[in-house]
């Protein structure tokens, strides 16, 4: 479709969405390279079925960061089928990252992603989406809607004292929190890594209930083991779960004196110095099993996993270990 063809469809489609309303030609962009430029109200057009009216950036909050613009990942609302979808567009990053004393080199790949896109098609546990390219030949993602909130916003929901959570709400979180796992050790399996294995990174489905994971475009380099940065994910995950937050020590300081004066270094997190990862120190009625897994994620880790389906493993054997809610 030649420009003044792609503009005259593009005023019909806004015509038929916004009937009544004075409209004026959008901006059409058919490379997406300089993003930042691209603001809600302009048309991202791809193809003859994938032409975008543009919204507002997507945010993240993390670290402090609340907030922060994601100017590369646009709302967006598909002109031709009126659907809306998340627009991601190549946005190169480079850094380093230290876990305890181990130096990571992570980067953003956006071919990464397509490619995983593509595995995990129909796989509930993923979201969904296609990548197609634009006129420079850039990779843009073209991500469903995820209908839900984060996995941190749900736990942190819960309007109960530990006790109560782990007792009625924590085997059915585990549950998932199964299939979560069994969803990063297919990608193991496929030798994928998810790349940032973060509680943001996992929507529960408001209709379902299902996590799902989000955002595969992170990847890292290390030479030890491949899906380490995986691994100590899923464990950091696995103690906000069964602390039903985050365990500070400075809050266990505060809370409970005669905790604290039994902690020591070897209890607190491999990644997160601040925070408990012994909770069995606090919450008594911890099964030792559970609790044996979440040590592997603190400074006293004996063994380590090599992928995500030897944690799988570990996490089945417990299940029966888990309370049984009270009727």
Known sequence: MDMPACRDQILEDLHRLFPGRELEAPRIFTDTTDFYSINSGDVIFLDETHRFLVGNNAREGRFGLDDEVKYWVKRARNLATCERNILKLVFYERFNTRIGDMEVECFR??????????????????????TLLDEAGNRVRVLEVVSGRSLQDEILAFDCGHEEYFHQAFPAVFRRFMESVEAIALLHSLEEKHGDVRRDHILVESCTGRFRWIDFDYNFLHLENIFSLDIIGLGNILIFLAGKGDTIVSDVKRDHPGVFDTLYWEDTSLVWQNRVANLKK??????????????????????????AGDMLEDLAAIQDDLPLPEE
């Open 109 to 130: 790949s956006p071919g990464k992603e397509s490619r995983i896109l593509e595995l995990v098609r129909g796989n509930p546990g993923f979201m969904q989406g296609t």
């Open 282 to 307: 606090l919450y008594p009625y911890i099964p030792e099993s559970l609790n044996r897994i979440l040590v592997q994620f603190s400074n006293q880790a004996t063994l380590s996993y090599q992928h």
